[in-house]
């Protein structure tokens, strides 16, 4: 298998007119979808592994625009790990107790909890791109000083890009793997995407007039994407760039670079059984068996 965390991961020079959104002179969708069975049975037991040693958790971030795939790569990505492993959270629009605390607090309180995976899909990332296009969202979050959006001090959005990179260090540093994916689907892509939703009934409900107007923004949006992921793809917390026209193909890199990266830490392993347990283990199995 390729190593696609490292030819996929973001560089700090990182220009997304590099990357492509369709790999699939490289990989079949026939044979994305069969290495995806296998890959999420492998993912779920290192899931398992890591609940009990109950030492790292994981977050997944998934960013992309409207129709990139993130709802049904989650679903198809996780669907083999205990329930109990994963958790999903998905960022709306800030609800106003939200809003009564700095941005990143909606986040802080659903990162997972050691030894579970927490797959946030749109997430804290949104603070430096929705509101970067919009930068009027800003005045609802009451910030002092902040009162006119299209004049913002000049080194605004840096400081917002140290505040997330020390958020995700301070997470890394007492044990949470952090994997951070832009779903690169290209515009003609998109429109395929948003033309199915309004002419197959059963995703007509997904269509919103909101989704041609953001679309509209298109350019601005992937600026503002590069800046993101340049300023905050680290070492620690990197950035992968994921070819997203085939969803299956998406799905298997994602499941590809989670197992990769998890197959690395080599002190992921089941607990020991107690001594005292384990110096009474026959007393014990005798004790069942003659029930």
Not at 13 to 27: A, G, M, R, V, Y
Not at 147 to 166: A, C, G, S, V, Y
Not at 203 to 228: H, I, Q, V
Request: aromatic letters at 10%; proline letters at 4%.
């Amino acid at each position: 298998m390729a190593n696609y965390s490292k030819k996929l991961a973001a560089k700090s020079n990182f220009k997304l007119k590099e990357h492509p959104t369709n790999i699939k002179d490289e990989i079949s969708k026939d044979d994305a979808k069969i290495e995806l069975k296998e890959l999420r049975k492998k993912i779920a037991a290192l899931q398992d592994k890591m609940y009990a040693d109950d030492r790292y958790s994981v977050l997944i971030c998934l960013q992309g625009m409207d129709t990139s795939g993130k709802d049904s790569l989650i679903r198809e990505v996780f669907k083999e790990m205990n329930v109990r492993g994963v958790v999903v959270e998905s960022f709306k629009t800030p609800t106003e107790l939200e809003l009564q605390h700095d941005y990143l607090w909606r986040h802080e309180i659903r990162l997972p909890e050691k030894g579970k995976f927490t797959v946030f899909n749109r997430t804290h990332y949104e603070n430096v791109l929705v509101t970067r296009v919009h930068p009027e969202y800003l005045l609802n979050e009451r910030i002092p000083n902040i009162t006119d959006p299209q004049n913002l001090p000049n080194d605004f959005w840096e400081m917002r890009f140290d505040q997330i990179n020390n958020f995700e260090k301070r997470l890394t540093q007492n044990g949470m793997i952090i994997l951070k994916f832009f779903l690169n689907v290209s515009k003609e892509e998109q429109k395929e995407r948003l033309l199915s939703r309004l002419e197959e009934e059963e995703k007509n409900w997904k269509f919103s007039p909101g989704d041609l107007k953001e679309r509209a923004l298109w350019d601005k949006y992937m600026e503002c994407y590069e800046d993101a992921i340049r300023n905050t793809t680290k070492k620690d917390a990197p950035w992968y760039i994921i070819p997203s026209d085939s969803k299956p193909i998406s799905r298997f890199l994602v499941a590809s670079i989670i197992y990769e990266t998890l197959s690395e830490y080599k002190d992921i392993h089941y607990p020991e059984m107690p001594e005292e347990v384990e110096e009474h283990k026959r007393k014990y199995k005798e004790q069942l068996e003659a029930e």
